[in-house]
């Protein structure tokens, strides 16, 4: 199957600082990619979707000034956690959809410590 | 509003027993129904996925059960093994547009030796 690769897999940042997750897909392109956000033993929950030159599309609820997302190129999507703050630790997932399929990879995941 | 119900939140079963985790939608516009398997800090990887117009699909010890009319479907694990204890997702997908995905809460996995 495609594969999704995510980095670091693993962030430790103070509070107030800004944390950036690139998500990368490794043999495919992808226009669109997708940003969730999973919280201890629950689900995903879809941040926002991330399209190739234009701009994402956030989930309601979620702030859009904190949470930058650029979709650089047709392999690349970045989160950036700006002013991070301890409510903002979380396990942070992509995904890509194939193109022309309903498959969508996963990548690994990042975990965001904030202290 | 939670679009893809799914139960139980937690499941303990024998090695060798069958897992049975049930999933329902509300919303018909839904035509791809995928199964996630999640182990603790990874990300969720495909399992196994139906489409409304098949009552049935096998792979392995997996197979999803799926009842259009009751919007409805079900993932049973034949001969669970410790090795399957994982978090299990069902989801839903409308095809078209950007493919966002629809996820169930989750069902826990325990395998017992």
């Known amino acids: 199957g495609a594969v999704v690769s995510q980095h670091p897999s693993r962030v430790i940042c103070k509070s107030g600082t800004s944390v950036k997750i690139e998500c990368r897909s490794l043999?495919?392109?992808?226009?669109?990619m997708f940003w969730y956000r999973q919280f201890p033993k629950q689900s995903l929950m879809l941040m926002a979707t991330s399209n190739e030159g234009s701009k994402a599309t956030y989930e309601q609820g979620v702030e859009k000034d904190k949470f930058l997302i650029n979709h650089a190129s047709l392999t690349l999507s970045t989160l950036t956690v700006t002013s991070a703050h301890p409510e903002d630790s979380s396990f942070y997932i992509c995904s890509a959809p194939t193109r022309g399929g309903n498959e969508q990879f996963f990548g690994p995941g990042t975990r965001l410590t904030v202290l | 509003q939670q679009q893809v119900k799914q139960s139980p939140q937690s499941l303990i079963v024998q090695k060798g027993g069958i897992s049975i985790i049930n999933c329902a939608y509300e919303?018909?516009?839904?035509?791809?129904f995928p199964w996630y398997q999640q182990f603790p800090g990874k990300g969720p990887a495909l399992l196994i996925a139906?489409?409304?117009?098949?009552s049935e699909k096998k792979e392995g010890r997996f197979t999803i059960s799926f009842n259009k009319s009751a919007k409805q479907f079900s993932l049973h694990i034949m001969d669970s093994q410790p090795g399957d204890s994982a978090t299990y997702f069902c989801?839903?997908?409308?095809?078209?547009?950007?493919?966002?995905?629809?996820f169930g809460i989750g069902t826990k996995l325990q395998v017992i030796p």
């Open positions: 919303n018909t516009a839904f035509d791809y």
């Open positions: 989801a839903a997908i409308q095809s078209g547009g950007y493919q966002k995905v629809t």
């Open positions: 043999d495919f392109q992808a226009t669109t």
């Open positions: 139906i489409r409304p117009d098949v």
